[in-house]
């Protein structure tokens, strides 16, 4: 089946959406949202995230614990959990709508006009699973940056650092804007849809010519005479 320009368009959408959808979900299970290095024993590297603290041993290995109570966490990992979950939710829901919305799900009873709303509901949820996975992670690099160039804490002090997990939510959270904002705009590019059932056959128009020529003579029909009286 060949698929018009605003298919190959939502299309594509629907594949950096999914991406960024799955780059979130990675992102969130993660434990390297930070890291931490000491001087004294470059042999052990700690690491952080959304749910455990791990360590990293040469000689031992990876030993992870995960954290007993949510209400000792420092507030950026309590809402960063909160909004990943959400972003979750938010761009799962967004697919299957972008999904049942686009070209490539054809079903005949689905107008036109109910397809391109589809579309454009799941584009913006798209959006919106963008800016709850980008606001985390960004709050987290920020308090990262905050305490490790804090003046109040001492220099013999390890400082956390950046993990690999940021910058694979910043990835995702690009994914999920840019496939939100395509499948925005896939909507505006014209009217080209599935035609309806009662529109797949269309019936050709009446004929304006004439059966038979016309030559400008007049002929009189007698009538009956019965029809007279």
């Known amino acids: 089946m060949a698929w018009s320009f605003r298919g190959r368009v939502q299309l594509g959408g629907l594949l950096l959406s999914f991406l960024g959808w799955v780059c979130s979900c990675v992102t969130?299970?993660?434990?390297?949202?930070?890291?931490?290095?000491?001087?004294?024993?470059?042999?052990?590297?700690?690491?952080?995230?959304?749910?455990?603290?791990?360590?990293?041993?040469?000689?031992?290995?990876?030993?992870?614990?995960?954290?007993?109570?949510?209400?000792?966490?420092p507030q950026e990992l309590q809402v960063s959990r909160i909004l990943m979950v959400a972003s979750h939710g938010?761009?799962?829901?967004g697919l299957l709508l972008s999904g049942c919305g686009s070209e490539c799900f054809q079903f005949h009873r689905i107008h036109w006009i109910f397809k391109r709303r589809l579309c454009l509901l799941g584009g913006s949820l798209e959006a919106s699973a963008s800016a709850t996975t980008l606001f985390p992670v960004s709050?987290?690099?920020?308090?990262?940056?905050?305490?490790?160039?804090?003046?109040?804490?001492?220099?013999?002090?390890?400082?956390?650092?950046?993990?690999?997990?940021?910058?694979?939510?910043?990835?995702?959270?690009?994914f999920l804007a840019l496939?939100?904002?395509?499948?925005?705009?896939s909507v505006c590019l014209g009217k080209e849809d599935v035609p309806s059932p009662w529109m797949a056959h269309p019936t050709a128009p009446p004929s304006c010519t004439l059966p038979e020529e016309f030559d400008g003579s007049f002929h009189l029909t007698p009538r009956p005479m019965n029809l007279l009286i």
């Open 179 to 185: 496939g939100g904002l395509i499948l925005i705009f």
């Open 28 to 73: 969130t299970i993660l434990p390297q949202w930070k890291t931490l290095n000491l001087e004294l024993n470059e042999m052990e590297t700690w690491i952080m995230g959304l749910w455990e603290a791990c360590v990293n041993q040469e000689e031992v290995g990876t030993v992870c614990k995960g954290f007993e109570s949510f209400l000792s966490l």
């Open 90 to 93: 938010l761009g799962l829901l």
């Open 139 to 174: 709050w987290v690099a920020y308090a990262t940056i905050r305490d490790f160039w804090d003046d109040s804490i001492p220099e013999i002090v390890p400082r956390w650092e950046f993990g690999d997990a940021l910058y694979l939510g910043w990835a995702a959270g690009i």
